[in-house]
């Protein structure tokens, strides 16, 4: 199984070796401004950026196929990776709103409710 906070090599929506790309799926950064911040440092780091590129290209793996279910979820680990805290801090208040539903729920199936008795009675 494959780690969905991982940077991987995005190949198929590269335009190169797929860095840029894989940086964009990473991030959630736009990938043309990815893109055109390389260039600029490119030319002024006089390459030096480029090594960089290659050593990245060569170190990552590549994107598996089949990582995200579909934009959504793409979405919702680029936000995990950008704040953990903040992800697991949505999922508990998730998860504590619809235990204090099921709570409302069960009182009221288990309430002393005489009109839902008779509804339930009258299907009987």
Known sequence: ???RTKFYLDKANGKFLGVCSGLADYTGIDVIWLRLGMVILAL?????????YFLVAWLASNKPAGLYE???????WQGVRANPTRSTAEVRSKFRDIDRRL?????YYTSRNTRLADEIDSLR
Do not use: L, R
């Open 70 to 76: 579909g934009p959504e979820e793409a979405k919702f």
């Open 103 to 107: 709570a409302d729920i069960e009182m």
């Open 44 to 52: 002024s780091t006089s390459g030096t950026v480029i090594v960089g």
């Open 1 to 3: 199984m494959s780690s």
